[in-house]
């Protein structure tokens, strides 16, 4: 380096600053009237205020749809909507090493500079998240909803204990509870049930009409814990499970393709976007699945784009998977965090079992 950098440059300066590396811009967000995306990795982030996540729950509870009173709410809901995979970045005021995303004071409410630099490490704390951190629109609401059930503690504190620490005044209006009783659906609404019946219909039967399968990997075991070991099975409205398991019974050596993304099971399902092909369920439920479908593809020594017999495919199942532990429950069980939940069938997988010793219906 052509110069040489002192402690006192340093200090004044910052490390990523004194040694020439890029920092981010933590002056310049967006007016109360509009939204600013951030470049995170190459595609696009909202920067969010934590509060202002309980703020848009608080005002539907509230009564309002899609006006929510406040310009900036608005347009934070309005964005959530049209793309609920739009990842929002937390970004909060502290003076720790975190400093580097700090939004500075332009939208603070005006109960305060501390109340609003507690209330928004609150949240945080509460949502086990840290600032800078980012999710996808539906998983952050979502997690809001399940992480914070009231804004005592939060937004108010009972007791007033000084005009500083007064909180909002419409912290003990309850609306806020009201707005969380209506769920994330008040939020981003959901699919048109009229076109879920539709997807259901025409996809459905294009897989009978299907001369190959084409299957996600974990999938496999969900056929597996629908079937249950059951003689009799129906269709559902939410997706085709159903469908794929008759087809392999009719036909148990139809080809079966394994493919990474959603498959022919995901086309009625609530959670599916059918304009971009990706699965937008809520608390992450794209990232476990697909850990789950590598982690099955590890277990039967094979990879995507892999096509074998139906029967020859679930015979490796049902013997390199003994238990859907070593797939929905990660091997041990534990959670680690919120967006590893683990799946229901990991916990008792009596309907696995069962399906397994029954070979899921396929006759020989």
């Known amino acids: 380096m052509s110069q040489r950098i002192t402690r006192r440059r340093f200090a004044a300066a910052g490390t990523a600053a004194a040694l020439g590396l890029p920092v981010l811009d933590t002056g310049g967000l967006a007016t109360s009237n509009e939204v600013s995306p951030l470049a995170v990795g190459g595609f696009p982030a909202l920067p969010v205020r934590p509060y202002q996540l309980m703020c848009v729950i608080c005002r539907l509870g ?35 090493v975190y400093r580097y995303q700090n939004p500075g004071h332009a939208e603070d409410t005006a109960e305060g500079e501390l109340f609003n630099a507690k209330r928004d490490l609150d949240i945080i704390h509460k949502l086990g998240l840290a600032p800078g951190d980012t999710r ?73 009409q299907a001369q190959t399968l084409r299957i996600r990997p974990h999938h496999l075991l969900c056929m597996s814990c629908f079937h249950g070991g059951k003689d009799k099975l129906a269709p559902i409205a939410e997706d085709n499970l159903f469908e794929a398991i008759d087809a392999i019974q009719k036909q148990p050596d139809i080809p079966v393709t394994l493919i990474a993304g959603v498959c022919m099971i995901c086309p009625p399902c609530g959670k599916y976007d059918p304009v971009n092909k990706l699965c ?85």
């Open 62 to 96: 509230a009564g309002c749809t899609d006006d929510l009173g406040d310009p900036r709410l608005t347009a934070i809901l309005q964005a959530a909507r049209e793309d609920p995979k739009l990842p929002l970045t937390l970004r909060c005021n502290v003076d720790t």
């Open 136 to 208: 996808p629109a539906i998983d952050m609401f979502e997690r809001v909803l399940a992480k914070i059930p009231q804004t005592r503690g939060i937004c108010g504190y009972g007791a007033q204990t000084s005009d500083t620490w007064r909180g909002c005044a419409q912290a003990d209006s309850g609306n806020y509870e009201k707005g969380r009783q209506l769920g994330i659906h008040a939020v981003i609404p959901p699919r048109d049930p009229a076109e879920k019946a539709q997807y259901k219909k025409t996809s459905a039967a294009a897989l009978y």
């Open 280 to 364: 937008v369920g809520g608390r992450s439920m794209a990232l476990r699945d697909q850990k789950k479908d590598l982690d099955v593809l590890q277990k039967l020594g094979l990879k995507y784009g892999d096509t074998l017999p139906a029967r020859k495919l679930y015979q490796l199942l049902f013997e390199r998977i003994p238990s859907t532990r070593d797939i929905c429950g990660y091997g041990d069980g534990e959670t680690r965090a919120y967006e590893w939940s683990i799946c229901g069938s990991a916990v008792k997988d009596d309907a696995y079992q069962k399906a397994r010793a029954a070979r899921l219906g396929i006759q020989d």
